[in-house]
């Protein structure tokens, strides 16, 4: 199949929704915590040279009581690699030209207690067409309860489509967020996955199906582990904990993680690729 159009504008209205759903979700915690902080949003245009429509997205941030900064991101965007990018693209060394759209979620939690999480789904074309994406929980302070209850939704929502699924994902997230140069975990994990691939209408509809059950895990799990957290005391030692941990997450995601290469190697908006990275960080 060569025309996935009809394909990525369904995938495209479901992330639209998903943001909004977890937008939504976010700024119910917020007035929970006795604050009005909402999502600002930001609409933004991808530009190539020779090319009519190349697509774009909003960025979406908020900075509140309990979220210190949390962005959410959607882009739909189309074009053509650069012949030195598509070589390492999958399915691009048969066709340099590409689609992409997707939802990008980044939150960093006030609160050292809460851990800071990010989420990630999306569909992409080139030669070939695929979903990827994933969720892992990155807390200052590790919660063995919050970490099992993370991993347990979304084991079920692995088990709903494969068994293999959650062991494979599981692995590849553990394997993918770490950081060689310091030899640790970027946090306790999640799932990762890359490159289900769609040759047909029914390959394509079961591994959109999976890939929204991956939005739905996130969903119910995370906002429960932030509302359990949020109200905890912390120590300036915490604080500090925590300011430290998120050089961690500075160095991998500007060092190692493909999604923000991506970004910057197909034009995309450099404060929608940065949104990741915290307000406040310390290097000891």
Request: charged content about 25%.
């Amino acid at each position: 199949m060569s025309d996935w159009s009809k394909q990525t504008q369904q995938a495209r209205t479901w992330f639209e929704s998903l943001r909004d759903r977890i937008c939504a979700e976010f700024e119910a915690i917020e007035r929970e915590a006795g604050s009005d902080a909402s999502f600002e949003y930001l609409g933004w245009d991808r530009e190539e040279e020779g090319n009519p429509d190349p697509g774009g997205g909003v960025r979406g941030v908020m900075k509140g009581r309990v979220f210190e900064k949390v962005g959410v991101n959607v882009s739909t965007v189309q074009g053509t690699f650069a012949p030195e990018f598509a070589a390492t693209m999958h399915g691009a060394e048969e066709n340099p030209g590409f689609t992409a759209t997707g939802i990008s979620l980044v939150a960093h939690m006030a609160n050292p207690h809460v851990p800071a999480v990010h989420m990630n789904t999306r569909f992409l074309t080139t030669g070939k067409a695929w979903f990827g994406g994933g969720a892992d929980l990155n807390p200052p302070i590790p919660y063995a309860e919050d970490t099992e209850a993370f991993h347990a939704r979304f084991r079920a929502a692995c088990a709903a489509h494969n068994p293999t699924y959650y062991e494979r994902f599981a692995k590849w997230a553990d394997d993918y967020f770490f950081i060689p140069h310091r030899g640790v975990a970027r946090g306790v994990g999640g799932i990762f996955y890359d490159h289900l691939e769609c040759g047909d209408d029914p390959e394509w509809d079961r591994h959109f199906a999976f890939t929204r059950d991956v939005g739905e895990a996130f969903l119910d799990a995370f906002p429960r582990i932030v509302r359990k957290r949020m109200g905890q005391e912390w120590t300036p030692e915490e604080k500090q904990q925590q300011l430290e941990w998120r050089g961690r997450y500075v160095e991998f995601n500007l060092v190692y993680d493909r999604g923000t290469l991506f970004g910057l190697k197909t034009g995309g908006n450099i404060d929608a690729i940065l949104m990741s990275l915290p307000p406040e960080v310390k290097w000891s």
